[in-house]
């Protein structure tokens, strides 16, 4: 079946910019998830989705970064007036409770702010 | 807030020859996941541990989990060159909320 999947695959974008980075879980899944990695760094949570729940905020780096996921399905990363250390691969991964809990990522968006 | 250590940071092995990355976790985890990064690529789920004290094994990858839970590693026997990339740890909390570990950087000389 069809995977997670994630648009653009890269974007370039000038300082000061708003960029919107879309994610589209496996279908049924109801846990999404989006991650910052920088080259050759570790993964940076950023939110949290789970079902009908509040997202789990607490690894946005600042208030120019949100999230949306409509209908517990489709998910937008924003970033507003973005600046040059945003620039890294952004990540989108979702799960189904009724597994492992294994997630399974997107092949992400890479990011490049000048 | 719980934090994930990974070590080492990177390994350089000759093909052949073992390889182990260690995991520790500040706080007790219900269960921990394991994911391999090749490069260029996504993160790629391995195996989860749940049980105090479970050894798992797939093929040359042996995975421990500390009888504390609070700390896993992965093992590799005899590495081959298609064991590049980055192995990353990620404890599981409450919510199926994960953190990662910083991940270790396996490159293997043949």
């Known amino acids: 079946g069809a995977g997670v999947s994630q648009s653009p695959s890269n974007k370039v974008t000038e300082k000061g910019k708003d960029v919107e980075l879309r994610c589209d879980p496996i279908?049924?899944?109801?846990?999404l998830y989006w991650y910052r990695q920088s080259l050759g760094q570790g993964l940076e949570f950023l939110i949290y989705?789970?079902?009908?729940?509040?997202?789990?905020k607490s690894g946005l780096p600042s208030d120019r970064f949100s999230a949306e996921r409509t209908g517990g399905s489709v998910s937008t990363l924003t970033i507003q007036r973005t600046q040059q250390e945003d620039s890294a691969v952004y990540l989108c991964?979702?799960?189904?409770?009724?597994?492992?809990?294994?997630?399974?990522f997107g092949p992400g968006t890479r990011l490049t702010v000048l | 807030g719980q934090q994930v250590m990974q070590i080492p940071q990177y390994q350089h092995v000759q093909e052949g020859e073992d390889f182990t990355t260690y995991c520790n976790s500040s706080?007790?985890?219900?269960?921990i996941q394991w994911y391999k990064q090749r490069p260029g690529g996504h993160p790629v789920f391995l195996i989860q541990l749940v049980k105090s004290g479970e050894v798992k094994k797939q093929k040359r990858l042996t995975f421990q989990f500390g009888e504390a839970k609070k700390n896993s590693s992965l093992h590799i026997t005899a590495t081959q060159t298609t064991d590049v990339g980055t192995y990353f740890c990620a404890g599981v909390r409450a919510g199926n909320m994960l953190t990662f570990g910083g991940g270790t950087r396996l490159m293997v000389k043949p």
């Open positions: 279908s049924g899944h109801t846990a």
């Open positions: 989705f789970q079902g009908n729940s509040a997202p789990d």
């Open positions: 991964a979702s799960s189904s409770l009724s597994s492992y809990n294994e997630q399974f």
């Open positions: 706080t007790t985890l219900s269960n």
